[in-house]
Each structure stands twice: as structure tokens, then as C-alpha cells.
Nanobody, 128 residues
Framework: VQLQASGGGLVQSGGSLTLSCAASGDNLDSRAIAWFRQAPGKQREGVSCISGNGVSTYYTESVKGRFTISRDNAKNTVYLQMTNLKPDDTAVYYC??????????????????????WGKGTQVTVSS
């Protein structure tokens, strides 16, 4: 499977963006898909994850209530709707999938190398 993230851009503080993660080469409906982000000089951090059937979702504390993850398996695409964006959300955003749908994968506590496929990132810049 290959993943491609898109939808990033420049937005003012308080604005909104929706990122998309499109898959090719395989169906996503059996795969958990996670969003990560990496700001300059910082480690890559998990943002959100959704199970293959879309029933289970997880968010890191800093984005709860502002970000919503969803998926359309018919379109083989996962979305990350981001609202009330803050300058601290500025980062390159990546989508990724793991070998399993373990609780560690879903809660973004698995080591990064357990997410075996990564899409190219999309830049999100939030101006103050």
C-alpha cells in the first residue's frame, strides 16, 4: 500500500484545514490509519488514529475537541479535520499505517517502526 497526504496550507490562528490521506495499492478497510506531525527541531508525535472499521478513534490530548479523524473506505481515504488551529499546530503532517490494529497502534504508543508505511508529509502552517 502507498499513502499520500494532502490538504496542508497556510491558515491564520483559529482557522480550519482538512487533511486527506489517500491510499493506493491495497484496501484500507482492514488497516488502522494514524496521523503524525513533526515540527522543526521536535520529535515526530502521534496526533490521531482510526481503526479500520472507523469505530475506534484516538486523539492526543492537545488536539482533543479541535481535530476529528474520519474515513471513507469506499474512497480509500482517511481525513483529519482540524479546527481552531493554533500556531503550535504548525508542522509537517504525515499519515501512516501499521502491521496490526493493536491497542498500541491505535493509541499511538507503538514504536514508530511499527508503522510500516508512511505517506509523504503535507505542511501545515498556522500564523498568529
Amino acid at each position: 500500500v502507498q499513502l499520500q497526504a494532502s490538504g496542508g496550507g497556510l491558515v491564520q490562528s483559529g482557522g480550519s484545514l482538512t487533511l486527506s490521506c489517500a491510499a493506493s495499492g491495497d484496501n484500507l478497510d482492514s488497516r488502522a490509519i494514524a496521523w503524525f506531525r513533526q515540527a522543526p527541531g521536535k520529535q515526530r508525535e502521534g496526533v490521531s488514529c482510526i481503526s479500520g472499521n472507523g469505530v475506534s478513534t484516538y486523539y492526543t490530548e492537545s488536539v482533543k475537541g479541535r481535530f476529528t479523524i474520519s474515513r471513507d473506505n469506499a474512497k480509500n481515504t482517511v481525513y483529519l479535520q482540524m479546527t481552531n488551529l493554533k500556531p503550535d499546530d504548525t508542522a509537517v503532517y504525515y499519515c501512516a499505517t501499521g502491521w496490526t490494529q493493536s491497542i498500541e497502534i491505535l493509541t499511538l504508543t507503538a514504536p514508530l517502526d511499527e508503522y510500516h508505511t508512511w505517506g509523504k508529509g503535507t505542511q501545515v502552517t498556522v500564523s498568529s
